[in-house]
């Protein structure tokens, strides 16, 4: 399962599910719509240091795991936990690695309707788009410091894997800033992205799938 929390927490340009404490129905919806597609669309790199938190609904303790993530413009992601344990998972186009500390699997997104479904979700959300998906029925919320995309899927595909995805949108810069999900079978995640650095120069062999 680790993979789709993985694949879904690509939607990165990213508590309670029913609107959070705090938030409010966003003033201007518009007005953040576009500014948020605006600087999005402007981003053409992102490198950073995430943190993950899983509840399990078995356990009573958190499951924290750390790493790195890079996106490149189109479609290009690579999330690569690096503690407690080695995870991998590299998308380049319509092409998916996962690695582990044994095994290596190489998958293409067009014999996957799950798959095809996710890259799309992750590439309207890193562009910007996310609120013009029709697999999702959305509202925005806010406080002083964030925007808040409460996302709920209407697509089939998608609701037999998450009931509710949440992004935290930054004001200051319109960045995803951490996201929350939701799994159908009671799970939760939560990871928040760290120490971002926006159109550095990243060479294309960091998403290799060969």
Known sequence: ??????????????????????????????????????????????????VQEKNLSMLSEKITSKGKFWFKKEDKVRMEYQQPSYYLVIINGKDIKTKDSQKENR??????????????????????????????STKVFENNQFYQLEMTPVSKVIKEYFKKIVLWVD?????????????????DTVMSFVNKEVNVNIGDEVFAVK
Do not use: H
């Open 107 to 136: 998958i293409s997104s067009k014999s996957s309707k799950v798959f095809q479904q996710v890259s799309k979700i992750t590439a309207d959300c890193v562009q910007g788009n996310v609120l013009n998906n029709p697999d999702f």
């Open 171 to 187: 004001k200051k810069d319109y960045s995803v800033t951490k996201l929350q999900m939701q799994e159908s079978g009671g799970d």
């Open 1 to 50: 399962m680790r993979k789709w929390i993985f694949i879904c927490c690509c939607l990165m340009n990213v508590m309670a599910f029913a609107q959070s404490p705090g938030f409010k129905p966003v003033a201007n919806p518009e007005q953040f719509k576009q500014q948020f597609s605006k600087t999005s669309q402007n981003t053409k790199t992102i490198k950073s240091d995430f």
